[in-house]
Each structure stands twice: as structure tokens, then as C-alpha cells.
């Protein structure tokens, strides 16, 4: 289930990788950090732009590399609080990328913090009931450089009202790998491409601004703890027990509680860090005086932050949003052991919400904007 690209994309390469094919060509080596300069910092979109570079190498690179494996076909004109860029990749498939602005008081919506929601597959294969990406199943992964390719994109429509691109800085603040797909069911291409996020010749974002969210595979949660960057960690449990969390979860019965909850442990050991655990709110699923309860202990034991997420509703499926009420006595089962708890309602605002929305509109959107 892989797309080879007629050429690799340049956003997949790593300095080393770039030093490595242009040393096989008899070029000295600091031309490599001069393209990925020209790439990341400059934010140059065509091979041309590049004019400290000889023609010659102009023309090669324009043979042998792809210079962004996404095209954005779909993005409003206007600033919103939510802007969802919809992305075409070689294959015509589509992904969606998220910004998400938090309003300030005093800060224009342009000068808010932003948070950028990326994908890492087309589609899913965890198969979660609630969620519109399993319902669509997976079609493919993507590569390192399509993932890349999502936050140059950000930086391309930001750039113009953000002053960090003048210092060739990443115009956005945080990253949260929430979009489409299971991210460490594509762990090579994802930490590859975060290792480019992250690099100083690269977007240069510090691992403790990006937070992958996962559905809980258990060996990769464990692999991940042994990587060198700290990336933030989020877990989507969505159930308390089992037998509640099975129900919506395939994937908890290969990797039940029994298994999931110490591999967290074990992360936040080894990265001293509070992790997050995502609580779906969905009526009479799992939003119960007991799950409440059950999900504080976890809590507790993990001592970790809980993001509560009211469900928002996707076409063809029949869950539904508990009411404000039930939300919020929810939340106060776990306030009233201090722990730390977030719950948030507006429409939007959610940066867990907008993404999980994310979902099979994509295909309707595309038939919109090519009409
Ligand atoms: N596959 C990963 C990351 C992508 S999903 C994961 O599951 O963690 C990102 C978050 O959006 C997850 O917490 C997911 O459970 C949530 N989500 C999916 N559908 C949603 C919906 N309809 N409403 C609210 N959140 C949803
Ligand atoms: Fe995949 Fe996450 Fe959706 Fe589950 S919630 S189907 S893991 S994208």
C-alpha cells in the first residue's frame, strides 16, 4: 500500500541524505544546506528562485526531486479560527491539514498562536466506530515528505502576516499529529519526517511543540519512549474499561488496558513528562458516572492531563454529543481529584474536534472545488 512518486520529494530528504547525492555528483557539500535553506528558510517554491545555485544544478534537481509532493487545491481567502487547507498529493489523493488559531484578547486572529493538525495517512485502518477516517478505511501511507510537505504549506499561506518568516522561522506554533490516519501505525515516515521538522537546517520546531496522538499501539508507544526527540504523547482511550472501550476500539483487543496503561507508564517515565489522555464524550457510550470515575483513577495513576472532547457528530453514523450538563458533571468527577482536565465546548475551538472532523468530507470537497 505504498506510492512511488516518479521522483522523490526534496522535503523527504535529510541533510545528510541531500549531502550524500549531491557528494555522488561531484558537488561540494555546503550546497546541500543552500537548497535546504533556499526549501525551509526562504521558503523558495520554485528551483528558479534558487539563484546562488549554478543552472546546471538547477536543472538536476529539477529532474530528480519533486519540490513539494502537495498541491493545495482547497483553502478559504479569509483568516478563520479554524482554516482547513485540503491537499492534493501525486496520486490525486487528498488530505487535509488544519490551522488552528487561538484567539487572544487585544491580538488580532493573524497574530494568534496557531496550532497545525497534519495527517499521516490517507484514510485509517484502526477502524475506531466513531471516527469518519475508519470509516473510509486505509488507502496508503503517506511519505516523509508529504507529511513535511502539510507544514510548508502552513508557512506559504502564513507567511504574509507573520513576522517570523522574515527570519525564516516555521509561521505557525505547535504541532499536533492528529489528522487523518494512525501515526505509529507509519512510524518510519513520521519520525523521519518530524526529524526534519525539528532540525535547525530544516523548520527548526522544537519536539516539545508537537504531540502525537494515538490510538494506543502498544510496541511503538514503547519504541517511541526510546526515541532521541521528546515529542509530547496523547492517547486517545475513549473508554475506562474494556468492555466499554472494545465496543468502539477494535484495536483494544490487541492491546487491552492491561497492556496500554503500563506502556504509558513506561513512556512518561522515561521522557518525565505529564502526557494526555483524549476522552471522546459520546451519549450513553462511555459518558457514565462510572467511566468518570474510572478514567480519574487512571488518571491519577498515569498522573496525566485529560483532554474531554465532545463528540461532534459525522454524517451516516449514530452518536450524538452528550448534553452541557452531562459534560460538565463528567468533568467535575475529575476536578474534584485535581486533576488536571480540560473540556472544551465551543464549535471550532476544538483543536481535537476540527481534526477529528476531519474525515470523508475530503472526497465531497473535491467534486465542490473542481465543479
Ligand atoms: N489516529 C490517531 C490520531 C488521529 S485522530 C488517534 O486516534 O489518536 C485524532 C483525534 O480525533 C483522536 O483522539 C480521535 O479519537 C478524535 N476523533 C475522531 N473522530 C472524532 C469525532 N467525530 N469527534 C471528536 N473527536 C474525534
Ligand atoms: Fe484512525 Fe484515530 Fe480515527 Fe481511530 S480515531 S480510526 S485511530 S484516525
Given at each position: ?15 545528510e ?6 557528494v ?9 544546506r543552500q537548497?535546504?535553506?533556499w ?32 498541491a493545495?487545491?482547497?483553502?478559504k ?20 491539514t ?10 488580532g ?29 486505509l ?5 516523509a ?12 499561506r ?51 511543540r ?27 482511550l475513549?473508554g475506562?474499561?474494556?468492555?466499554v ?6 484495536v ?25 489522555l ?6 450513553d ?35 450524538k ?39 470523508l ?11
Amino acid at each position: 500500500m505504498k506510492f512511488t512518486p516518479a521522483k522523490p520529494p526534496l522535503t523527504g530528504e535529510t541533510l545528510e541524505t541531500l549531502t550524500a547525492r549531491l557528494v555522488e555528483r561531484g558537488e561540494p557539500t555546503f550546497r546541500a544546506r543552500q537548497i535546504l535553506d533556499w526549501l525551509y528558510k526562504k521558503r523558495a517554491r520554485s528551483w528558479d528562485e534558487m539563484t546562488n545555485l549554478p543552472k546546471s544544478l538547477r536543472a538536476w534537481l529539477a529532474e530528480t526531486f519533486e519540490l513539494l509532493p502537495a498541491a493545495l487545491i482547497l483553502g478559504k481567502k479569509s483568516l478563520d479560527v479554524t482554516d482547513k487547507l485540503l491537499l492534493e498529493l501525486g496520486d490525486r489523493s487528498l488530505i487535509e491539514t488544519v490551522i488552528i488559531r487561538a484567539p487572544q484578547e487585544g491580538v488580532g486572529l493573524e497574530n494568534s498562536r496557531k496550532t497545525i493538525c497534519i495527517s499521516t495517512q490517507v484514510g485509517c485502518a484502526m477502524g475506531c466506530k466513531f471516527c469518519a477516517s475508519g470509516l473510509m478505511g486505509l488507502k496508503r501511507d503517506l511519505d516523509a515528505g508529504e507529511i513535511v510537505a502539510q507544514l510548508l504549506q502552513v508557512c506559504y499561506r502564513e507567511d504574509a502576516h507573520d513576522p517570523r518568516a522574515h527570519a525564516g522561522l516555521a509561521t505557525f506554533d505547535n504541532i499536533v499529529v492528529m489528522g487523518m490516519g494512525e501515526p505509529l501505525a507509519n512510524y518510519e515516515a513520521l519520525i523521519l519526517a518530524l526529524t526534519i521538522v525539528n532540525a535547525e537546517w530544516g523548520l527548526g520546531v522544537g519536539a516539545r511543540r508537537i504531540t502525537l496522538s494515538t490510538s494506543g499501539l502498544v510496541p511503538k508507544i514503547l519504541r517511541l519512549a526510546d526515541e532521541p526527540l521528546g515529542f509530547r504523547l496523547a492517547i486517545s482511550l475513549h473508554g475506562a474499561t474494556n468492555e466499554v472501550r472494545e465496543q468502539i476500539m477494535p484495536v483494544n483487543k490487541a492491546f487491552p488496558l492491561e497492556k496500554l496503561l503500563p506502556a504509558i507508564q513506561t513512556f512518561s517515565e522515561k521522557h518525565g513528562r505529564m502526557i494526555t489522555l483524549e476522552f471522546i464524550l459520546i451519549e450513553d457510550i462511555n459518558d457514565s458516572f462510572d467511566q468518570a470515575e474510572k478514567l480519574r483513577d487512571i488518571a491519577i495513576d498515569l498522573h496525566a492531563h485529560v483532554n474531554l472532547i465532545p463528540y461532534n457528530t459525522v454524517e451516516g453514523l449514530p452518536w450524538k454529543r452528550p448534553s452541557n450538563n452531562r459534560l460538565e458533571r463528567f468533568a467535575d468527577v475529575l476536578r474534584a481529584a485535581r486533576i488536571s482536565v480540560t473540556l472544551r465546548r465551543e464549535k471550532g475551538h476544538d483543536i481535537d474536534a476540527a481534526c477529528g472532523q476531519l474525515r470523508l468530507k475530503t472526497e465531497k470537497d473535491r467534486e465542490l472545488a473542481l465543479a
